[in-house]
């Protein structure tokens, strides 16, 4: 995995990231984040990784279990803009 | 569904992702109620109802819960077949405002179709407090489509909707012109090109790479006659579009079609999709929603402004305390003992029924018995009636006195729970749990659903992502949860035993973990993954908790008043004609088994009706057992077989060879459960 890339299931609460790719091989994978609007491009916030993993999304929270947040790879914005420059 | 659609009829579809207020809509366009709630997938059946805009009347579809064309569970592909072939005359897109950019890439797909659209943007107050200010002039320009703002919950905007609708048909024009045709897409997408640069923004041209449009072209050509065919959209270029983009993601339902009727069609396709995949180097399905999600993310840029700093609510700081193992699992279990115990249990099937139950046979027997002595001479018809099983004094002092007030309570509490957003959390909590019985943490929306009313629960099920897991809730939700007139019953019945209660509790338990890392082991089939949305925490509105309430427990009703008048009647004529008194004495031996005594035998044909039916004769019984004969005669009618009404929806879910194994373990495994646990306590000295 290149530099500075991890994997959301690896981030730290409350740290904010942007959406790289989603490594999944199952299309249903795929699809169900789609659908929850987790594409590249995208910010995310875990704000908890246990029992299961919630993130935050633009203005949405989002249950799902560590075998999805595995999937999805991130790039970790540090002290980046406010949280809420992504809008909706 | 294909007799709504035909003339003269307009059919106005409300489509938009689960959770955005669609069945509020519903209720305030039609009427009518269907039961609206705080978490994703509770409109399992395509609700339809009348609704008079401007003195002319329409069909109104609140389709099940869809985040794109692009289905993932069997519901949402309810709703997609029905925008593609059946094309209601209008669809109105509800999308909760403050996530907008998630939800334009699905306005953008229902504009692809060629289906006129009025997008809705509903719960504007969130946003609003949010900070958020939304341009909806700039929108409704650049989208080229009607864009509302409402507060559909309060009414707010409601007005402007129904204008809104009401001059969209009145145009009566074909569907917008964004390309009639693929030609004139290529035409559009060279002529405007992205059109994401300064005032020659144009949203709709066509926004996908050129070789993807080429492709869509391509499998046109390869499978149009099939899927017009198929899908009877012959005249619709603007359908033919979508089915082709959805078959280049591959769609499960659209590939299996073209597979059947055309196999070197479909070659050829996969050939072309893995040429596709190759030069963007990814699954299509994700090129095309960031191909989707970059054009949404535009307009939100030019249309969604923060004006102020959000509003810090003290209910989002609770929201991430209760999914959290601490604080948020003991919160749980307080939860589902306050609801469970403390108000279905102690005080809807303690207090009320008994209550009730004073009324009914204190005074509302007697005096039936009376009227029915004077009026009705003939001793046999007397009893049809008033007697024993009689259906007044029998059939309705169950559903009225007994059922009522516990199924009653329960949808009460189930409808706060829901509105206030925190199933999807508890969802969060017990996925790890859930997994081990093979099921994910969705699945315990239908589980505690069905401690209210299995049959209902059974229907619910349909949520669920995978067939493996439909079928492994359906089949715990048949064997081993209690229905919330069992669960009341039962409750109060073993109250004043707390030892009995707990030990109750403790084979229920035993069983649905033991029944369902079994099935898990068993049942072939991938694991279902667990994700969901999870709402914010909101205040209840007593008026929408009310009204769900009071529409599940009329639908409750329909369901089974008849049911138990229709016991009534075989009971009545069993017990004319001798037989049910032969079958008590046939089931002798398994009572004696049991260790109950041969009355009990009643309660187990009572509770082959309906599962509630064979509770409420239990509690007429309970003052002649012993508090061990208590324990097995719960645990034996917990597991017993499912309703009747139960049973029918498994048939119509599962299909009858499921049904009917499903059934004939459940039977043997009940009266085997309850011998061995008498063996158990008579060995333990118990007994």
């Not at chain 2, 659609?5 to 955005?20: D, F, M, Q, R, Y």
């Not at chain 2, 109060?492 to 109750?504: E, I, M, Q, R, T």
């Not at chain 2, 459940?666 to 118990?686: D, E, T, W």
Request: glycine fraction near 10%; proline fraction near 6%; hydrophobic fraction near 50%.
């Amino acid at each position: 995995m290149p530099a500075g890339l991890t994997r959301l299931s690896q981030l730290d609460e409350e740290t904010k990231a942007t959406v790289v790719d989603i490594c999944a091989t199952d299309p249903a994978v795929i699809r169900k984040l789609m659908a929850l609007g987790v594409l590249p491009g995208a910010s995310i916030t875990p704000l908890q990784l246990r029992p299961a993993v919630l993130c935050r999304v633009g203005y949405t929270q989002i249950a799902m279990d560590l075998e999805i947040a595995r999937a999805i790879v991130v790039l970790p914005q540090g002290e980046g803009p406010s949280d809420r420059e992504e809008v909706g | 569904m294909a007799k709504a659609v035909s003339e003269p009829i307009t059919t106005i579809a409300l489509v938009g992702s689960p959770n955005v207020g669609k069945s509020v809509v519903f209720n305030a366009l039609t009427g009518s109620y269907v039961t609206v709630s705080n978490y994703p997938g509770t409109t399992v059946e395509v609700a339809s109802g009348k609704g008079v805009i401007r003195g002319e009347e329409y069909l109104v579809i609140d389709t099940p819960g869809i985040y794109s064309l692009l289905p993932i569970s069997a519901e949402e592909l309810v709703t997609r077949d029905f925008l593609l072939r059946e094309r209601p005359g209008l669809v109105v897109h509800v999308v909760d405002a403050k996530n907008l950019s998630r939800h334009l890439p699905l306005t953008l797909q229902l504009l692809e179709a060629g289906l006129k659209v009025i997008l809705q943007l509903n719960i504007i107050d969130e946003a609003s407090s949010l900070g958020l200010a939304i341009d909806d002039g700039w929108l409704q320009e650049h989208l080229g489509i009607p864009v509302v703002p409402t507060v559909a919950v309060s009414g707010q905007g409601m007005g402007r909707l129904k204008r809104e609708i009401a001059a969209v048909l009145d145009q009566r024009q074909p569907p917008r012109v964004q390309g009639g045709s693929g030609c004139d897409r290529c035409r559009e997408r060279n002529g405007v090109g992205q059109g994401q640069e300064g005032a020659g923004f144009a949203p709709l041209s066509w926004i996908y790479p050129s070789h993807i449009v080429e492709a869509v072209h391509e499998v046109i050509g390869l499978t149009g006659r099939t899927l017009a065919h198929h899908g009877g959209c012959e005249e619709d270029q603007d359908a033919l579009w979508a089915q082709a983009l959805l078959l280049l993601q591959g769609d499960e339902a659209l590939v299996n079609i073209v597979r059947r009727s055309d196999p070197r069609a479909t070659r050829l396709m996969g050939r072309l999709i893995g040429r596709l995949e190759a030069h963007f180097g990814g699954p299509l399905p994700l090129v095309i929603a960031v191909e989707r999600q970059a054009w949404a993310n535009e307009v939100c840029r030019r249309s969604v402004f923060e004006v102020k700093e959000p509003r810090r609510r003290l209910a989002d700081t609770w929201g991430l305390r209760l999914t959290r193992g601490w604080p948020g699992l003991p919160i749980a279990l307080l939860i589902m003992y306050l609801v469970f115990y403390r108000f279905v249990g102690t005080f809807g099937a303690g207090t009320l029924v008994a209550w009730l139950d004073t009324v009914f046979t204190a005074q509302v027997n007697p005096l039936v018995e009376e009227i029915l002595g004077k009026a009705l001479p003939w001793p046999l018809v007397f009893r049809l009636f008033g007697g024993e099983y009689g259906i007044i004094t029998l059939g309705f002092r169950y559903a009225l006195a007994i059922v009522l007030p516990i199924v009653g309570t329960f949808f009460l509490a189930f409808a706060l729970l829901e509105d206030s957003g925190y199933l999807p959390r508890l969802s969060l909590l017990v996925n790890r749990a859930c997994q081990v019985l093979g099921l994910t943490g969705r699945s315990a929306i239908p589980l505690v659903l069905g401690l209210g009313c299995g049959t209902m629960a059974t229907i619910t099920t349909r949520t669920l992502e995978t067939r493996r897991e439909r079928l492994i809730a359906t089949f715990l939700l048949a064997l081993a949860l209690p229905c919330s007139a069992q669960l009341g019953l039962i409750m109060g019945l073993l109250a004043p035993y707390p030892g009995v209660l707990l030990g109750w509790v403790l084979c229920v338990f035993t069983v649905v973990i033991g029944a369902g890392s079994l099935a898990s082991k068993l049942i072939p089939g991938p694991r279902a993954s667990f994700y969901m949305e999870v709402p914010p925490l909101r205040m209840p509105r007593p008026g929408n908790v009310i009204g769900k309430t009071v529409a599940r427990v009329s639908w409750y009703f329909k369901e089974v008043l008849p049911l138990f008048v229709g016991a009534s009647v075989a009971l009545w004529i069993g017990s004319e004609t001798g037989l049910f008194q032969a079958a008590v004495k046939g089931l002798a031996p398994v009572t004696a088994a049991l260790g109950l005594p041969e009355e009990v035998g009643a309660v187990l044909i009572y509770g082959f009706f309906r599962r509630d039916y064979g509770a409420a004769g239990l509690y007429d019984m309970a003052p002649s057992m012993s508090p061990p004969q208590l324990l097995i005669a719960a645990v034996t009618l917990t597991l017993f077989v499912p309703c009747i009404a139960q049973a029918a929806v498994i048939v119509k879910e599962q299909g009858w060879l499921r049904a009917a194994l499903m059934i004939s373990f459940i039977f043997p495994f009940a009266i085997a459960a309850g011998i061995a646990l008498h063996f158990l306590m008579v060995f333990s000295g118990i007994m």
